[in-house]
């Protein structure tokens, strides 16, 4: 058996001091915490699988090009990938072409409403009712009536934005639909 002395006040104080720097080294060599897009929390993981770990793939239905390469930057500065349709119908094929399974699947669609050739409407009432889409979208709109926000909620929406989308919005959306924070 090993004899045990009583520590005096200046033992303890060294053995304090040791201790206390041998856990700020400990702490110094573990990696920084991670900035928030890119925790993984249990939610994310129950709601995307595996995909938590990948960043949004966002599809974004606009056709005026100024409006759609502006999001596309704001999404990718929040580390998204971004797909871009101009109507309707191209929203259509490319969400026909990332549920196959060589494609990754969106984790949102942002959808202009007004568009030439086939609209956010009708390309939303396709998606929801036709298609049976899951994957959230979101109406961007420069207008403001309740009638258009009613519209919007009974085609399938799941949420209506006025334009222009600005960031904190963005963040707020991609939080809530695809699950991604971001700082």
């Known amino acids: 058996s090993s004899l045990k002395?009583?520590?005096?006040?200046?033992?303890?104080?060294?053995?304090?001091?040791?201790?206390?720097?041998?856990?700020?080294?400990?702490?110094?060599?573990?990696v920084s915490v991670p900035d928030a897009s890119k925790i993984i929390t249990p939610s994310s993981v129950a709601n995307r699988g595996l995909a938590a770990m990948e960043p949004p793939h966002?599809?974004?239905?606009?056709?005026?090009?100024?409006?759609?390469?502006?999001?596309?930057?704001?999404?990718?500065?929040?580390?998204?990938?971004v797909d871009i349709a101009e109507d309707g119908?191209?929203?259509?094929?490319?969400v026909k072409k990332s549920m196959e399974a060589d494609h990754r699947p969106y984790n949102l669609v942002l959808m202009d409403l007004r568009m030439p050739v086939m609209d956010g409407f009708e390309a939303t009432r396709i998606l929801k009712d036709e298609m049976k889409y899951e994957t959230p979208i979101v109406a961007l709109t420069a207008?403001?009536?309740?009638?258009?926000r009613q519209r919007c909620k009974e085609i399938g929406f799941d949420e209506f934005v006025q334009k222009p989308l600005?960031?904190?919005m963005l963040k707020t959306?991609?939080?809530?639909?695809?699950?991604h924070a971001v700082q």
Request: hydrophobic content about 45%; charged content about 30%.
């Open 5 to 30: 002395l009583p520590l005096d006040e200046e033992d303890k104080a060294r053995t304090s001091a040791a201790s206390s720097a041998k856990v700020k080294e400990a702490e110094a060599t573990f």
């Open 89 to 94: 119908a191209q929203a259509l094929e490319a």
């Open 143 to 148: 207008e403001t009536g309740a009638d258009v």
């Open 166 to 168: 600005r960031g904190e």
């Open 173 to 179: 959306i991609l939080s809530e639909f695809a699950h």
């Open 58 to 81: 966002v599809l974004v239905v606009e056709d005026t090009a100024m409006c759609w390469k502006v999001l596309k930057l704001s999404l990718a500065k929040l580390k998204c990938t």
